[in-house]
């Protein structure tokens, strides 16, 4: 298939190939919006089966963090990277410097930051080549792990879900069910003990699980069960697809409140919640925890300053939820309404000035 052909119809504002054959470096950069700043998000390393699955992985990526972004309120756009390749193979740190060369190029439209695949002391590589590069470690002057942010920020979604439907901010005494107690599950999980809830947890990885039951004395069930779980909140902080046509039939809860990335199998899955009666808090808002994190790294970065922009996702939350009920619409679309209305206001606002 031809690259415009596989770009389809959605607009992104460019779409940058770099390729260097002495270290195998293979990347393509898509920058979706950079109307509201510039395009900030990850570098995905993985073994694609082809070209292709790269360039529509990248494109669809790199518009999933406009709108994160814009939910956030923040003052970044969209985009996204990915490397070709099997990172164990062929992530040497040439190829790193090779990559941060062709970042450097890109003249700031683009900051880059880790993602799967990819890990803090490689970035800190690309970090030699250029400045485009956020999300390095607290020691390098960066922000380190963004995980407890994003679980911070999945806290402050609960509470907002919290007083949606039980008028109070307060969840003690409520029973959560997490699946994936992983960076961001461990420590959404650590947060929500402290404040007295009842924790259900389900894990492949069975260390994940013993440490949770150990740390938290939450009860652990197996993978296959965690849908089932009468609970009052659902938090879905594995993989994506999560919620589908068959797992939202199984649900035993009022929210469903979750870090993980692209939790709706497809579209038509937020209706089927809706239907169920089940509150969904789009992934999108309540993930945005570790990308507000790194984006408190520009103009000096400090965890009370990150925390402080991190709440923020109470408010907007709130926001969407709201509209949600007025126009009878989905969470989701509600959520898509709120970033695509800030980026056209930032729109007008640069027409006029
Ligand atoms: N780390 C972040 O700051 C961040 C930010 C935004 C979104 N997310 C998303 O949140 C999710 C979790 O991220 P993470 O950084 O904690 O990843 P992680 O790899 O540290 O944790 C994921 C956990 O899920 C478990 N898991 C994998 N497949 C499973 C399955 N089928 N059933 C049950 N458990 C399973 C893994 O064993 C692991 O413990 C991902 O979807 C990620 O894209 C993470």
Redo the contacts with the bound molecule.
């Keep these: 298939m031809g690259v415009f052909e596989t770009i389809g119809t959605e607009t992104h504002e460019s779409v940058h190939f770099g390729v260097d054959a002495a270290t195998g470096l293979e990347a393509i950069v898509a920058i979706h919006s950079t109307v509201l700043g510039p395009a900030l998000g990850g570098t995905r390393f993985y073994p694609y089966t082809d070209d292709d699955a790269a360039l529509v992985d990248v494109l669809r990526l790199s518009q999933g963090m406009t709108y994160k972004a814009a939910a956030a309120g923040l003052t970044q756009g969209g985009g996204k990277a990915v490397i070709i390749g099997d990172p164990t193979e062929l992530g040497s740190d040439d190829l790193f410097r090779s990559y941060g060369k062709f970042i450097d190029g890109l003249a700031g439209r683009y900051i880059t930051a880790e993602d ?1 695949g990819t890990t803090v002391p490689n970035m800190e590589v690309v970090a030699t080549m250029t400045p485009f590069v956020r999300g390095l470690s607290i020691e390098t002057g960066g922000s380190g ?3 407890p ?2 679980a911070r920020g999945v806290v402050a979604g609960l509470s907002a879900v919290s007083n949606h439907l039980w008028g109070t901010r307060d969840l003690h005494g409520r029973r959560i069910a997490i ?8 420590a959404l999980g650590r947060m929500l003990t402290a404040q007295g809830v009842e924790l259900v947890v ?4 069975e260390i ?1 699980t013993d440490v949770a039951e150990h740390d938290f004395g939450a009860k652990v069930v197996a ?1 296959d069960e ?1 849908h089932k779980v009468d609970c009052d909140v659902y938090s879905p ?4 697809s999560d919620l589908n046509r068959d797992s939202i039939q199984r649900l035993a809860c009022s929210a469903v409140v ?4 692209n939790q709706l199998a497809e579209p038509a899955d937020a209706d089927r919640l809706t239907a169920r009666g089940i509150l969904y808090a789009p992934d999108f808002v309540v ?5 507000i994190n790194i984006a408190a790294e520009t103009g000096g970065y400090s965890i009370e300053k990150s925390n402080m922009m991190i709440d923020r996702i109470y408010d907007n939350l709130t926001e969407i939820l709201t509209r949600s009920d007025a126009l009878g619409i989905s969470t989701e679309e509600a959520a898509e309404h709120l970033a695509e209305a800030r980026i056209k206001a930032a729109q007008r606002q640069g027409e006029e000035s």
């Design positions: 799967v792990d963004p995980s942010g994003t699946k994936g107690v992983g960076k961001v599950g461990y389900a894990d492949v990885n994940a993978v965690i902080c594995a993989l994506g979750g870090s993980a990335n993930n945005a925890g570790g990308i």
